[in-house]
């Protein structure tokens, strides 16, 4: 099986910068994608970053310009650095992978999600 770990949430002023981290560990063969998800209270959870293997990422309109999403491929590792943060940002921030994995004799490919950060910006 695969585990994701985020790090880095917390509380910050609006205007400030967060970095969020996101370690996958197990039995992993290769990610073909990972990213970052987030949802606020009564709201739907949203896509705010994703970094494919290729190297193309994806970003949410709400953070083009503002978050940054990258990843270190040899420690499985995805970041999100967010800057000029708003309060609108407030949320449990996760993140999740796509990954194969080696399981009873065989490859098997699975999304697997970490357990969430809080992100709060203060105004």
């Known amino acids: 099986q695969v585990q994701l770990v985020e790090s880095g949430g917390g509380l910050v002023q609006a205007g400030g910068s967060l970095r969020l981290s996101c370690a996958a560990s197990?039995?992993?063969?290769?990610?073909?994608?990972m990213g970052w998800y987030r949802q606020a209270p009564g709201k739907q959870r949203e896509l705010v970053a994703r970094?494919?293997?290729?190297?193309?990422?994806n970003y949410s309109d709400s953070v083009k310009g503002r978050f940054t999403s990258s990843t270190d491929n040899a420690k499985n590792t995805v970041y999100l650095q967010m800057s000029s943060l708003k309060p609108e940002d407030t949320a449990v921030y996760t993140c999740n992978a796509d990954v194969i994995y080696y399981s009873g004799g065989s490859y098997v490919t699975d999304t697997f999600w970490g357990q969430g950060t809080q992100v709060t910006v203060s105004s």
């Open positions: 197990g039995s992993i063969f290769s990610i073909n994608a």
């Open positions: 970094v494919i293997r290729s190297g193309i990422t």
